[in-house]
């Protein structure tokens, strides 16, 4: 049995079109036209491959590379064997992204997993549904009355698009991925078992019992949005829950009814957002943040892993810790405290806990 090939490469960069590609600069004389096939770790690099060089963590790794060609900052590049070509860059992280998007096209976006394009005979679509030219449909999806499914989107299998549901053009939706009263940009990516325009958690509580309170919005997912693995975004309940252009969500987030969060947002695995709070652009939202409801994050703003938010965040502010709070106010509390336990116990103190 063979080793199977998920990503086929589409060819080969010579050094000198990954120059081009990244607008890197040689930091000596190499041959332009070397060969580069793949990327590779820093310690698997071989003739061949392009390596990089990010995180000063693996900076020593540097001097045993035997790759081909080395994306790295100005800082490490004297440490790039004499043998491989070093690339100079100030971000080398996503230069060396751009090379692998050229040889790996596939990999940017997920086709479909049968194999196949246009309707596959195993789909379910509703006669009154609209599907651009294109479009491809895996087996054992549903697609209901008036729905509208933009050219060059991809439908997973047993994947379920509701009825009135909009989609745009060069979309992924994920296979067993559920889409329910929404409204889909272009070119976003939603990966497997996503849910997206379920009821909100609207209860009208008493002490005679927690009356339903219907949730009449929809979500709107603008142009270029990314949603992770079986992540879960409720629909609005009085306005819609909305999540900016550009903005990548991980696995596993849970965002609530009435929510808005900006453009260009990063938010990590298993973070919770409760309802109607309103998020700025270019947020960052570390994983298992919890952040409850109605609150404002400010544009820009950082929040650390695992905080507990419970109050705004202005714009631009650090915040970490449960409560969360101002990052170098947390650093202190927790310098302080390493102090004190760090004290030994005097000969008249009460040692027993």
């Known amino acids: 049995m063979g080793e199977p090939v998920f990503f086929r490469r589409a060819g080969s960069l010579s050094v000198g079109e990954i120059v081009e590609l990244t607008g ?22 071989v003739p061949g491959t392009l390596v990089f060089l990010d995180n000063p963590k693996y900076a020593d790794q540097v001097r045993l590379t035997r790759a081909s060609a080395c994306l790295v900052s100005q800082r490490y590049a004297d440490r790039v064997p004499e043998t491989t070509a070093a690339l100079v860059t100030p971000e080398p992280y996503a230069a060396c992204a751009k090379v692998s998007a050229r040889l790996f096209p596939d990999s940017m976006r997920p086709g479909s997993v049968f194999g196949g394009s246009g309707i596959s005979p195993g789909a379910y679509i509703h006669p009154e ?29 047993n994947a379920v698009i509701g009825p009135d549901v909009r989609i745009g053009r060069e979309c992924s939706i994920g296979p067993h991925s559920t889409i329910l009263y929404a ?24 002490a005679r019992g927690h009356l339903k309170v219907p949730q009449i919005g929809r979500v ?27 903005t990548k969500i991980d696995n596993l987030v849970q965002i609530g009814h ?21 998020i700025g652009d270019f947020v960052v939202i570390g994983g298992q943040v919890g952040i409850s409801g109605h609150l404002k994050i400010g544009m820009g ?16 502010a650090k915040f970490i810790g449960s409560p969360a709070r101002p ?15 760090g004290r030994k116990s005097g000969p008249d103190e009460d040692t027993k806990v």
């Open 301 to 316: 703003a950082q929040i650390g892993a695992q905080s507990g938010v419970m109050a705004d965040i202005p714009a631009g």
């Open 129 to 157: 549904a609209r599907l651009e030219s294109g479009v491809t449909v895996d087996p054992g999806a549903v697609i209901g009355p008036r729905a509208e499914i933009g050219e060059g989107s991809v439908i997973g299998p």
């Open 220 to 246: 709107i997912v603008q142009n270029d949005v990314e949603i992770g693995a079986n992540t879960s975004i409720d629909r609005g309940a009085n306005r819609d829950t909305v999540i900016g252009e550009g």
């Open 183 to 206: 409204l889909i940009g272009d070119r976003v990516i939603i990966h497997p078992g996503v849910r997206i325009g379920q009821d909100g958690f609207g209860f009208a509580m008493s």
């Open 327 to 341: 990052a170098r106010e947390f650093m202190r509390e927790v310098a302080t405290l390493s102090k004190l336990a």
């Open 258 to 278: 009435n929510v808005t969060i900006g453009r260009h947002c990063v938010i990590v695995s298993q973070v919770g957002i409760s309802g109607s709070t309103d």
């Open 24 to 45: 890197a600069k040689l930091l000596r004389d190499f041959d332009l036209a070397a060969s580069v096939d793949t990327i590779a770790p820093l310690d698997q690099g």
